[in-house]
T-cell receptor
Framework: NAGVTQTPKFRVLKTGQSMTLLCAQD?????MYWYRQDPGMGLRLIHY???????AKGEVPDGYNVSRLKKQNFLLGLESAAPSQTSVYFC?????????????FGPGTRLTVT | GESVGLHLPTLSVQEGDNSIINCAYS??????FIWYKQESGKGPQFIID?????DKRQGQRVTVLLNKTVKHLSLQIAATQPGDSAVYYC??????????FGAGTRLFVKA
């Protein structure tokens, strides 16, 4: 099992450009999440999904959109990047009904917006 | 509002000593707590969890203590090793999909 993978690992964007971050998991997990990590602020939830075809807003959703067309993939889109979106982005997943809320994280995507 | 905070942003310990990382939480409704370890350049990794109906849980070299009276959580690492150097996050969950992470404590292990 590869676990949770993220593409790309690094990206530099100019203000106003768009991009999509891809998250894939091969553990057949129902729940998937996108977080951003900024110095001194821990991880903040952007959007999440409780199953294929469903998405919901988290704590800091503005400026981002998501889609989950397939159970194993969760895409995070930035339509018009801003310098405030410079961050490290982590995807995570966990199974439904496992009796635990442990989340499995990907390696992260470091995004810089200039 | 909900918040998970840490008493110390950094902790430095001597190799072989025990480490204690503390965490405070404010939501009385939280019933599940997790500790994650994040090494440089990697995503957070699960260490240990505890439910609110417990006050102690032990793993391999790690122990989590929960004091619901003062809303305090701690992670104890026995015989700290250089490989334990990382940022440690406590996280709380109220039973839904929302997990709230603290700001993290960086642990330095001195050889």
């Amino acid at each position: 099992n590869a676990g949770v993978t993220q593409t790309p690992k690094f990206r530099v964007l100019k203000t106003g450009q768009s991009m999509t971050l891809l998250c894939a998991q091969d553990m057949n997990h129902e729940y998937m999440y996108w977080y951003r990590q900024d110095p001194g602020m821990g991880l903040r939830l952007i959007h999440y999904s409780v199953g294929e075809g469903t998405t919901a807003k988290g704590e800091v959703p503005d400026g981002y959109n998501v889609s989950r067309l397939k159970k194993q993939n969760f895409l995070l889109g930035l339509e018009s990047a801003a310098p405030s979106q410079t961050s490290v982005y982590f995807c995570a997943s966990n199974p439904y009904g496992a009796g635990s809320y442990e989340q499995y994280f990907g390696p992260g995507t470091r995004l810089t917006v200039t | 509002g909900e918040s998970v905070g840490l008493h110390l942003p950094t902790l430095s310990v001597q190799e072989g000593d025990n480490s204690i990382i503390n965490c405070a939480y404010s939501n009385s409704a939280s019933d599940y707590f997790i500790w994650y370890k994040q090494e440089s350049g990697k995503g957070p990794q699960f260490i240990i969890d505890i439910r609110s109906n417990m006050d102690k849980r032990q793993g391999q070299r790690v122990t989590v203590l929960l004091n619901k009276t003062v809303k305090h959580l701690s992670l104890q690492i026995a015989a700290t090793q250089p490989g334990d150097s990382a940022v440690y996050y406590c996280a709380e969950n109220t039973g839904g999909f929302k997990t709230i992470f603290g700001a993290g404590t960086r642990l330095f292990v001195k050889a």
